[in-house]
């Protein structure tokens, strides 16, 4: 994997102090304009503490390089005064995010700044096999290229794999529900692609999506929690760093135990978090094979049937134990939940508030806020191109 990306010096060898702080400070401000939005020259000199000229060098320098475009004179709402020239992270550079699920295989193109410019679904009846995805994946990728023809500068591709992904180099360890085991999927795309690649968990991509844009952005200590139809996973950040674990599998938040007279789950155990609270057992009650998370909110807002609502309390009831458990081991400021479980929450907020508010040890005294994610069908494509901004656009070369 390279390190440095595009701030990095053209030459190669040592840094001196000067062009390393020099590069820390052109991340900095880039990455304030790419998470936070457009802003003027004034407001980067108020946030960075930097000088107004140094501001000045680092911002004509980031034009320079393609990677901050000048908007010009602009109105900014609820300021007084003359319109201000405005900056932005130029969303021409961007990066492929990839999502294979067990239905379907997304491919989308996002700019920085964090907008998503393309998307595009393909649909699959069973899940498509490692290899299969790489084919699909590169076909699309070439109409994307051909379409976009060189109007933008692609980075690389992150992928959000729903299973157990070892960080330093992307290799698939157990993806279950896609039935891959011991999987290249970052090096086979990258040969496949031509380009840098790299791949991470969906959850901790959601997470790190939720915590750069959504829900979580300013909060430092964050719990996520993601249902999907086939299971639940999850991501941690503690002191704005994503908890990876021993080669990046932490975080199976899924697998915790909750009823020890449930149903067997795949990985082996009795009913852990994923088999308990589950969407497809839902599905019977509302005469459905599947429902998306929009849809699930407009059936439970309006559900009747007792026998549906006993499922939903059953589902919160379990949910609930197994969040009083999270904010007791990770003490989050907040605890943002996705998908299915999102819904589940719209649903049964009074349940699921007192497992963060009141469970947990210390009770009332703490302040721990629970959070729908906001992201919804963006995220996994938002939190994977995140992956290749952060590593190949907005680090600084190593200082060696
Ligand atoms: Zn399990």
């Not at 009913?271 to 599905?283: F, I, K, S």
Request: charged letters at 20%.
């Amino acid at each position: 994997m390279t390190t440095g990306g595009l701030l990095s010096p053209k030459v190669a060898g040592a840094l001196s102090s000067n062009d390393f702080m020099r590069q820390r400070n052109l991340s900095a401000v880039l990455t304030m304009l790419h998470h936070d939005g457009p802003r003027s020259r004034s407001e980067i000199v108020r946030s960075t503490g930097l000088t107004r000229s140094t501001i000045a060098v680092l911002t004509t320098e980031l034009i320079e390089l393609g990677l901050v475009q000048d908007l010009g004179a602009q109105v900014v709402p609820g300021q007084v005064g003359r319109p201000s020239t405005l900056l932005e992270a130029d969303p021409h550079v961007a990066a492929i995010a990839i999502h294979p699920e067990t239905d379907a295989i997304t491919v989308g193109l996002v700019g920085l700044g964090g907008e998503v410019i393309r998307r595009v679904r393909y649909d699959t009846s069973t899940p498509a096999s490692a290899r299969e995805t790489v084919r699909i994946v590169r076909s699309i990728v070439d109409g994307i290229r051909a379409d976009l023809d060189d109007s933008y500068r692609i980075v690389g591709a992150g992928v959000a794999v729903p299973g157990l992904v070892r960080v330093s180099d992307g290799r698939v360890l157990l993806a279950p529900h896609l039935g891959w085991k011991n999987e290249p999927i970052a090096a086979t795309l990258s040969r496949a692609l031509g380009m840098f690649v790299v791949a991470g968990n969906d959850a901790s991509i959601g997470a790190t999506g939720e915590f750069v844009f959504g829900a979580g952005k300013g909060v430092q200590n964050l719990v996520y929690v993601n249902g999907t139809a086939r299971g639940i996973g999850g991501g941690i950040i503690i002191g704005g760093t994503l908890l990876n674990g021993t080669e990046g599998y932490a975080g199976e938040l899924g697998h915790t135990l909750v009823n020890s007279r449930g149903s067997r789950c795949y990985c082996g155990r009795i009913g852990c978090l994923e088999t308990e609270v589950n969407l497809d057992r839902l599905l019977p009650f509302l005469g459905r094979t599947f429902i998306d998370e929009d849809e699930l909110d407009i059936a439970l807002g309006v559900a009747r049937d007792p026998a549906l609502l006993r499922e939903v309390a059953r589902q919160a009831e379990l949910l609930s134990e197994a969040l009083t458990n999270f904010v007791n081991l990770f003490s989050p400021e907040m605890v943002v939940l996705a998908g299915y479980l999102g819904a589940l929450y719209s649903a049964a907020r009074e349940r699921l508030a007192e497992a963060v508010h009141v469970q947990p040890l210390g009770g009332n005294a703490r302040s721990v806020r629970l959070e729908r994610a906001k992201l919804r069908s963006r995220l996994m494509l938002v939190g994977g191109a995140e992956l290749v901004f952060a590593s190949q656009v907005l680090p600084v070369a190593p200082s060696q």
